[in-house]
């Protein structure tokens, strides 16, 4: 009885084999690693553009809030600061037919006025200030100390009667009988260590100097920060203002520059 023969394959053809496989996947690889690649690095320039024009329609709405003329650069234009507005409204500037009302007086120190047409007047009052006429000029800027154009208000006051917590006689009248409700903090975007932050800088009744540098604390908006700038500048009597914002953001050696422009409504 014959034996049945045994089949398989020798090392040489193990080896061949081996070699030809090779061959073949190094040329696949070599078709592949390239679209793969693009693949990737688009993704990661989708994903950095995305994260920077978030950062930057989040700055834009901030700072569509703020005091007329109350932005200003610093660091260089590394960080931006402004002061928000919460409120505002128009403060009654005569008496009624009848002879009733609470008037804001300009020619001496008055405690309280009556407010016509408030937007978004809040119920109650905590450490809010009261600003009017803001220029952004010595006597009429509300970084200045308590006294000049800016006054605490009182807790006492409503959405129609703004109390003041000590008299103040405001330095100029507003042509359009504007006043605004701002914040007791200011508002700081800065670039520092790679970073964006946002933080405040607590506004008290003394005056709040310019910042010397960007600060590096705070919410961080975005991270991956390879260079950044923002300028400031105002357009003619001071009534329309323009912010240019530039921010790059780089990560694995991929980087995207965006640019915007905000215009913003100084008229105080």
């Known amino acids: 009885m014959n034996k049945p023969k045994i089949r398989g394959f020798t090392l040489v053809e193990a080896i061949i084999t081996i070699v030809i496989t090779g061959v073949i996947a190094g040329m696949i690889s070599i078709f592949i690693r390239s679209p793969v690649d693009s693949y990737i690095d688009s993704v990661l320039r989708a994903d950095l553009t995305d994260a920077a024009d978030t950062a930057l329609r989040r700055m834009t709405r901030d700072v569509r809030t703020a005091l007329p003329n ?15 507005a919460v409120a505002g409204g128009r403060y009654r500037f005569e008496k009624s037919e009848s002879g009733t009302g609470d008037v804001l007086d300009f020619s001496a120190a008055d405690g309280s006025f009556d407010v016509l047409a408030g937007n978004h007047m809040p119920s109650f009052f905590g450490n809010e200030y009261v600003a009017i006429y803001n220029l952004g000029i010595a006597g009429a800027d509300a970084y ?7 006054a605490a208000i009182a807790g006492g006051s409503s959405a129609s009667n703004i109390q003041l917590a000590t008299d103040n006689k405001f330095p100029l009248e507003s042509p ?19 970073k964006l932050f946002r933080s405040t800088r607590t506004l008290t009744g003394s005056a709040l100097n310019p910042l010397g540098s960007c600060p590096a604390i705070g919410d ?33 050696g991929e980087s995207v520059s965006l640019y915007h422009e905000v215009h913003i409504d100084n008229v105080p």
């Open 70 to 84: 109350s932005v200003r650069t610093a660091g260089g234009d590394a960080c931006f600061e402004f002061l928000p």
């Open 220 to 252: 961080v908006v975005v991270a991956n920060v390879s260079a950044c700038s923002f300028t400031y500048t105002p357009a003619v009597h001071q009534r329309n203002g323009q912010l240019t914002m530039r921010l790059e953001l780089t990560m694995s």
């Open 144 to 150: 200045e100390a308590v006294g000049s154009n800016r």
């Open 176 to 194: 359009a009988r504007r006043f605004h409700v701002i914040s007791n903090h200011s508002v700081v975007y800065s670039c520092a260590d790679g």
